[in-house]
């Protein structure tokens, strides 16, 4: 059989760089793996593929109607779009959810850079495939610890690194223990009038991030703000432009459009929902995990009638000049890559969504420098706080 075209994939519509591409050695790595296991492609399961390097390996090898669940939306698409350059069908999508598993022999898994996100993977597997299942992990093994055997001991009798190879490492789990009644996620936490929900892979899972937590503060939605705000409050004013209310915006509406950009479980959007019951949020994110947080944590508040989530890139499924405010904590790594691209196209996106005059709050590691970057992509920007890690700003989208 000829050998895969891995070059051939793309890692589009995600960020594409020079030091950035669609497969590793682990990919090959866990195709070889699942190739000599022998399991038909009905009983298959792949998690965790970025792009699509492994299930389409696999399914061009003819493992016919294997499984596959992908966190990012952004993974998904180019999944597909890589399928279809190749000519390549026969695989299934789904959630993380009993039908991803349901029967499954083998299950590949890229490991995950949360410890919290492979044990709620963990558990579904021991939870809901076959009792003979055989979990295999890969990863790069700089990025690999003894506490990701420690967790998959948790779920399975059975834990057992193999030999490196070309700097990868594969990990094989068998004898899924006995389950909880409960699965371990998500986890919920309060946090002085915000209640936050999270699946394991959730960025910062059920805590307050401390970037969110200054932007929070920054646009008055800490705590007591929230309890304070019995919805009769009106905006009288800019941020830092001398207004009244320090929650203010400029150019207001009675009913403002809020998006919440790359929302992880939700904590800015809800906490804007709570303390403005006026506004309407629309909250994005290109992790699944993440989506399904921020949909609990805006039911867990009471505003799930406010706040729509949607799983999306980079708000690509939002109508142009559709929003009044942008709140954005921008992420500046690209899975274990430290890549300033993540913020780029989320500002770029920001700039799309906002209509002339809306305005875009936004928090960043203070090393980063994006004030320039927004002032060109978004319009002008001030400085509302500066804090040794971390920067606040307001930008106001230009005419």
């Known amino acids: 059989m000829p050998e895969f075209p891995y070059s051939r994939l793309r890692r589009w519509p995600d960020v594409e760089a020079d030091n950035l591409q669609a497969y590793d050695a682990t990919d090959e790595l866990l195709v070889d793996r699942a190739r000599a296991f022998g399991a038909p492609g009905s009983e298959t399961v792949v998690i965790g593929d970025g792009f699509g390097a492994i299930t389409l390996a696999l399914t061009d090898a003819g493992l016919d109607g294997v499984r596959v669940h992908q966190d990012l939306a952004t993974g998904r698409r180019a999944l597909q779009r890589n399928a279809d350059e190749l000519g390549i069908t026969g695989f299934v999508s789904h959630e993380l959810e009993p039908a991803l598993l349901d029967g499954a022999r083998l299950v590949v898994l890229q490991l995950p850079k949360s410890l919290a996100e492979l ?86 899972g059920a805590r307050l991030d401390i970037g969110t937590r200054v932007l929070c503060e920054v646009l008055g939605l800490g705590g007591s703000q929230l309890r304070k705000n019995d919805g009769n409050q009106t905006r009288k004013g800019p941020i830092g432009a001398g207004g009244e209310d320090s929650s203010g915006v400029v150019n207001a509406t009675e009913s403002p459009r809020v998006l919440d ?99 875009l709050f936004t928090v960043y590691n203070s090393s980063l420098g994006y004030r320039a970057e927004l002032t060109r992509l978004i319009g002008a920007t001030e400085q509302l706080r500066r804090t040794p890690k971390f920067t606040a700003t307001r930008s106001v989208r230009g005419r």
């Open 119 to 204: 044990e709620e993977i963990a558990d579904a597997v021991a939870r809901w495939a076959a009792p003979d299942v055989v979990l295999v992990a890969g990863g790069r093994v700089k990025h690999m610890t003894l506490t990701q055997n420690e967790v998959l001991g948790r779920s399975f009798a059975h834990v057992q690194a193999q030999r490196a190879e070309r700097k990868s490492r594969l990990i094989d789990a068998s004898g899924p223990l006995p389950v909880p009644a409960d699965p371990p996620f998500p986890v919920t936490a309060k946090h002085d009038g915000l209640t936050l929900v999270a699946h394991g892979g959730a960025f910062a």
């Open 261 to 359: 950009l790359g929302c992880g479980t939700g904590a800015l959007g809800v906490s804007f929902a709570l303390a403005h019951p006026e506004a309407r949020v629309t909250a994005t994110d290109r992790s699944a995990a993440a989506v399904a947080s921020a949909r609990a944590t805006a039911s867990a508040n009471g505003v799930a009638d406010r706040v729509t989530v949607m799983h999306d890139d980079a708000g690509s499924e939002l109508p142009d000049g559709s929003f009044d405010i942008v709140l954005l904590n921008p992420p500046f790594h690209l899975g274990t890559s430290i890549h300033t691209g993540a913020a780029t196209r989320l500002f770029d996106a920001a700039a799309r969504v906002l209509r002339p005059g809306g305005e």
